[in-house]
């Protein structure tokens, strides 16, 4: 049972244009969401979060989109740049879980074309 | 560098055979916690230790299993290898072990090839 899903394995975005992940679970009791980027022979880095109580959160060029009743939340990269070509997980947690909770999905590979 | 070092980076072996990743988290982290990752799939959590003691147990196999030492580094231990073993280990670390800790700080991670 997949709790967190990201339906895209790979993403070409031109350099300068919107990358836009996303990212589906299907557990109501997640309310903490992460994003990590991994680069290759690396492990994954954090990148953004966000709580169920707010709707967006930004960080620089980074900005996470969290829509609740559609369980549903995207990464918008704005603008694209080739450093963002990396896979991306989505994360999910109960507020009371901890990181032991995580529940991570498969990744998306992003790569930014020049 | 994350400040979490893994040992091996690399690992080839024989199925029925045992390793050890080792792992040593960031300074001032006294939580580590292992995950899979096999091909195409996302992370899975496997063991959390807070401060030499095991806090959380998610889906790890009873061939493996991991320690954590006082000077907070931990092993994992894998026996017994199947092909199905073939992954990518991260080791991650946090300051704290309890709700709140979502913040990880990842290793660079093994990759064993069970052959």
Not at chain 2, 103 to 109: C, I, K, P, R
Request: net charge neutral.
């Amino acid at each position: 049972d997949q709790q967190v899903k990201q339906n895209s394995p790979s993403l070409s975005v031109q350099e300068g244009r919107i990358s836009i992940l996303n990212c589906d679970y299907t557990n109501s009791m997640f309310d903490y969401f992460l994003w990590y980027k991994k680069y290759p022979a690396e492990g994954p880095t954090f990148l953004i979060s966000i709580s169920s109580i707010k709707d967006k959160n930004e960080d620089g060029r980074f900005t996470v989109f969290l829509n609740k009743s559609a369980k549903h939340l995207s990464l918008h990269i704005v603008p694209s740049q080739p450093g963002d070509s990396a896979v991306y997980f989505c994360a999910a947690t109960p507020a009371w879980g901890g990181a032991q909770k995580l529940v991570f999905g498969q990744g998306t590979r992003l790569t930014i074309n020049p | 560098d994350s400040g979490v070092t893994q040992t091996p980076k690399h690992l080839i072996t024989a199925t029925g055979q045992r390793v050890t990743l080792r792992c040593s988290p960031r300074s001032g982290d006294l939580s580590v916690y292992w995950y899979q990752q096999s091909l195409d799939q996302g992370l899975q959590f496997l063991i959390q230790y807070y401060n030499g003691e095991e806090r959380a147990k998610g889906n790890i196999l009873e061939r493996f299993s991991a320690q954590q030492f006082p000077d907070l580094h931990s092993e994992l231990n894998l026996s017994s290898l199947e092909l199905g073993d073939s992954a990518l280990y991260f080791c991650a670390s946090s300051v704290g072990g309890g709700p709140g800790a979502n913040v990880l700080t990842f290793g660079a991670g093994s990759r064993l090839t069970v052959l």
